[in-house]
């Protein structure tokens, strides 16, 4: 599969800087039943023409993911970082607990972690092997998820990174920070894959070791994830959340690590795929939102928190705030007015008396006419009018 796709992509890149021409997933494929007529390439007919062809249509949605600037230009796969083979529903077959792939003649050795669901069959089986050396088989069922019993609770999130979740009723989630504790021990592993000869047997025992690292540290942070979602979404019926900038907080270089590690993107979007299961209500309001400077209580807005100040008392009604509860509490009001309006709020300064304008509505109608008030506003009055003023 590696081979293939390898092959098809420096096709497609040679066939497009050499001759301007664009090739797609047909011309590969035709390619591809004449590599298997080579003599150098005779294996290729010894494995179903499923996985080969899935690869095919992989490196074809890789490029579609491209050209509409959702990702990069697709990168050669190396033998090193694994990969994966996936069969679909005429390549495999399933029997008393039991899958047998196309031109294989015994059944996977396969340790099951989980029982599929009652009077579901798999659409297709995805074999994967890690940079760690482990095996792994995915299976992709269609069955119907029921939703979970009706809760009066909501509730509003506010992330960060000592803890790692805030919620409006004060309870917090501490961030496990995988990476940090296990970056001694990264420097020493890395320093030792980087003294040994490129090709030896020392060499790939120090890649696996550092590979079996890196495996425990991101096994780590999914589990914590996957705990803090699932309890969020079991006990609250209205989750808010709100829409970070990640790319742009990476450019702080001091934060930039713990950010990465701390996988706000990973949690809300776990948020948002369970909530659409389970029958809950997922909101996310605007990034601008000033969840942290706003006061709950009366609505005041200070000009400057700086991230060092956790606690802060409100100059106009005296109360003593935690700066990630305040924030959630602010950030559940505003996703319960964007479930009542429709769209997102923004607050108005403090100047104004901190009330709520709609901010978050970006559909075309909305944009134009916001930007019909906005020119109106700021152009000068047009001749007519200052005749008819002048009269």
Known sequence: ????YNR????RTDAFYQEQKRIGYQETSGALTQWKKQEDLHFLKEVSSVPLQQS???????????????AKYP????KRNGGSATFTKSSFTLKEGKVFLAKCDEPLKIRWSRQLPRNSYPSSITVKLTPSGKWFISILCDTKIMPKPTSIKQIGVDLGIDALVTTSDGMKFQNPKSLRKAHQKLRRLNKSLARQQKGSNNRYKARLKLANLHDKIANTRKDKLHKITSQLITENQVIVAETLNVKGMLKNHKLAQAIHDASWGELIRQLEYKANWYGRSFVKIDQWFPSSKRCHCCGHIIDKLPLKIREWDCPKCNTHHDRDENAGKNILAAGLAVIACGATVRPNSYKDGGGCNEAGNNSCEAVKTRKRSKSSEESPPSKTKARSAKS
């Open 1 to 4: 599969m590696r081979l293939v």
């Open 8 to 11: 098809a992509l420096a096709l």
């Open 56 to 70: 095919l249509r992989h490196l074809q949605s890789a490029f579609s993911n491209f050209c509409e600037g959702r």
């Open 75 to 78: 990168n050669f796969k190396k």
